[in-house]
C-alpha cells in the first residue's frame, strides 16, 4: 500500500480554517473556537452550580446532583442531536449550528466541573471556613475570598483534563454537519474519495497535536507556579 500526501497539500488550508476568507471558519481553527467558548461557558456555569451546592445544601444540592446526572447519564452525540433541533423551536427561529454545538458541549462539560469544583472545596479543612464566619465574614465571602482561592491550583489539572477532553468532543459535530475538523475531512474525502487514509490519519495527528501541545504549555505553567509557591 502506498500513501500519496499530495491530498493534504491540496486542501491543506481547508482543514486549518475552512473558509475564513468567505467569513465562515471551519477545520482546526472552527474546533478550537467551539473548543474555547464551551470550555468558558461550562467553566463559569459548573463553578457557580458548585457554589450553590456548596452554599445551600439538601435539595438544591440534590436537584443540582439529579441534573448532573442526567447529562452525564446521556451520550454528548444525543445532547447535540437533541439541542440541534430542539433549540430553534424553543427560540422560534434560525439558530447557528456552531453555537448549538458549544452550548451542547457547555451544558455537558458543566456536569463535571461542578462535581470536580465540588470536590475541591469540600476538600479543604472545615476550620477554614469556621475562621472566616467567625471572623464577620458571610458564607459567600469566604468562599470567594477564602476557599476557591486556595481550591483553585489543586483544580487546574482536573480542568486542563476536562478541556482536552472537549477539544476531541468538537469532533462529534459533524452530526449536525457543523464544519469543524472532523467534518471537513469527511468532505475532503467524499469528494476526492480514494484517499481516506491519509486524511484521517492527519486528522488524528491534528488532534494529538492539539490536546498534546495544550498539556504541555499547561504542564510547565503549573510546574513553574509550584516551584515559585515553595
Known amino acids: 500500500m502506498e500513501f500519496d500526501w499530495s491530498v493534504l497539500q ?3 488550508t481547508y482543514m486549518l480554517w475552512g473558509r475564513l476568507a468567505d467569513g465562515e471558519p471551519g477545520g482546526v481553527l472552527l474546533t478550537l473556537i467551539m473548543a474555547v ?3 468558558v461557558l461550562a467553566l463559569l456555569l459548573g463553578v457557580a452550580m458548585a457554589a450553590l451546592a456548596w452554599r445551600f445544601g439538601g435539595w438544591t444540592r440534590k436537584v ?3 441534573w448532573a446526572s442526567f447529562i452525564r447519564g446521556i451520550p454528548l452525540i444525543f445532547v447535540i442531536f437533541w439541542l440541534y433541533f430542539l433549540l430553534p423551536v424553543v ?3 434560525s439558530i447557528p449550528g456552531p453555537l448549538t454545538v458549544i452550548i451542547a458541549l457547555a451544558w455537558f462539560t458543566s456536569a463535571a466541573v461542578m462535581h470536580t469544583t465540588l470536590s475541591g472545596l469540600e476538600s479543604l479543612p472545615a476550620g477554614q471556613t469556621e ?3 467567625a471572623s464577620g465574614l458571610g458564607k ?5 475570598n477564602i476557599l476557591l482561592p486556595q481550591a483553585w491550583p489543586n483544580l487546574l489539572p482536573s480542568y486542563l483534563g476536562l478541556f482536552i477532553a472537549l477539544i476531541k468532543d468538537t469532533s462529534l459535530a459533524f452530526i449536525v454537519n457543523v464544519p469543524e475538523l472532523t467534518t471537513v475531512a469527511g468532505q475532503v474525502n467524499n469528494r476526492v474519495q480514494i484517499y481516506p487514509a ?3 490519519l492527519f486528522v488524528g495527528l491534528m488532534y494529538y497535536l492539539l490536546c498534546a501541545s495544550l498539556a504541555y504549555v499547561a504542564g510547565k505553567g503549573l510546574k513553574r507556579r509550584r516551584q515559585a509557591a515553595r
Open 140 to 144: 459567600i465571602s469566604v468562599l470567594i
Open 91 to 93: 427560540f422560534g427561529g
Open 198 to 200: 491519509e486524511i484521517f
Open 64 to 66: 443540582l446532583f439529579v
Open 37 to 39: 467558548s464551551a470550555g
Open 131 to 133: 475562621a472566616g464566619i
Open 10 to 12: 491540496d486542501n491543506f
